[in-house]
């Protein structure tokens, strides 16, 4: 349902609470998903609550395609698992803190991204992650923040 656990006081709230918690904090969230991520839910409200709540990034086995791209227009990057992992071979459990490396030289369609994960125990771990922002234009489109912030900024450069 719609609870969950805030890390790290292990306190059982309602995901809502606990994504405003996590924002109050100033930390982004990261959602783990299963193959075809978004089916049944690919208007575009679906992806607007995702970046209400707070998550920055999506990693997945593979996207219902125009969730993906509803993604992408909110400013939530779009990341797949590479051959051989997935969301259940990692063993997560929630209380994981995950840095996403590789993005700071600079984006090009469908590049690799490196996904740190760190352990309760102290233990890390780092997979190949697919970035899949498949287009230039959706390069540009997740660069600004989203489609909406893409297209004001450039109303704004034409005045």
């Given at each position: ?7 790290p006081?292990?306190?059982v ?5 606990a994504a405003m918690t996590?924002q109050q ?6 959602v ?13 409200w679906?992806?607007?609550g995702?970046?209400l709540?707070?998550v920055?990034?999506?990693i997945t086995?593979s ?7 509803n ?5 939530v ?9 997935t969301?259940k071979?990692?063993?997560l459990?929630?209380?994981e803190?995950?840095?996403i490396?590789?993005?700071s030289?600079g984006?090009?369609?469908?590049m ?9 125990d ?8 697919t970035c ?7 390069v ?12 004001l900024r450039?109303l704004?450069?034409?005045?």
């Open positions: 349902g719609g609870w969950t656990t805030l890390q006081e292990g306190e709230m309602t995901i809502y609470d996590y904090r100033g930390t982004p969230l990261v783990f998903g299963g193959k075809e991520y978004g089916t049944g839910s690919s208007r575009d679906a992806a607007k995702t970046i709540l707070g920055k990034a999506v086995e996207f219902e395609r125009i969730h993906r791209s993604l992408v227009g909110m400013g990057l779009p990341l797949n698992f590479k051959e051989g992992t969301r071979s990692l063993k459990d929630g209380s803190e995950v840095s490396t590789g993005l030289g984006l090009e369609p469908r690799d991204v490196q996904c740190t994960i760190r352990r309760k102290g233990k890390e771990e780092t997979i190949p992650l899949r922002l498949d287009t230039r234009d959706e540009e489109y997740y660069r600004h923040g989203g489609i909406l912030h893409y297209v450039s704004l450069t034409r005045h």
